[in-house]
């Protein structure tokens, strides 16, 4: 599976940015879905994960403000961000797996977001 993120860009703190992930492959469906982010630093931290029945589960830090979804139609995976922050400014990348919640089998190469204040 070929991931690649797009959608990132440069907002003031409380707009809204939706991003997207395209997937390669007949077999989109059948995959467990997520969003990771990493500012700078080390850790890449968990956002919001679907799995391949539409269970979506998210991290404390977005709840509320985050909706993920996914349209296997389109084999493609969003990140609908509302009332954002500066402290969401990160690179963020999108995840799939076949057996693992959160995902962590295959990795796009990320997209920037920066929230300013």
């Known amino acids: 599976v070929q991931l690649v993120e797009s959608g990132g860009g440069l907002v003031q703190a409380g707009s809204s940015l939706r991003l997207s992930c395209a997937a390669s492959?007949?077999?989109?469906?059948?995959?467990?879905m997520g969003w990771f982010r990493q500012a700078p630093g080390p850790e890449r931290e968990f956002v919001a994960g679907?799995?391949?029945?539409?269970?979506?589960y998210y991290a404390d830090s977005v709840k509320g403000r985050f909706t993920i979804s996914r349209d296997n139609a389109k084999n493609t995976l969003y990140l609908q961000m509302n009332s954002l922050k500066p402290e969401d400014t990160a690179v963020y990348y999108c995840?799939?797996?076949?057996?693992?919640?959160?995902?962590?089998?295959?990795w796009g190469q990320g997209t920037l977001v920066t929230v300013s204040s």
């Open positions: 995840a799939a797996d076949q057996k693992r919640q959160p995902p962590s089998e295959y």
């Open positions: 492959g007949r077999t989109f469906s059948s995959y467990n």
């Open positions: 679907i799995s391949w029945s539409g269970y979506t």
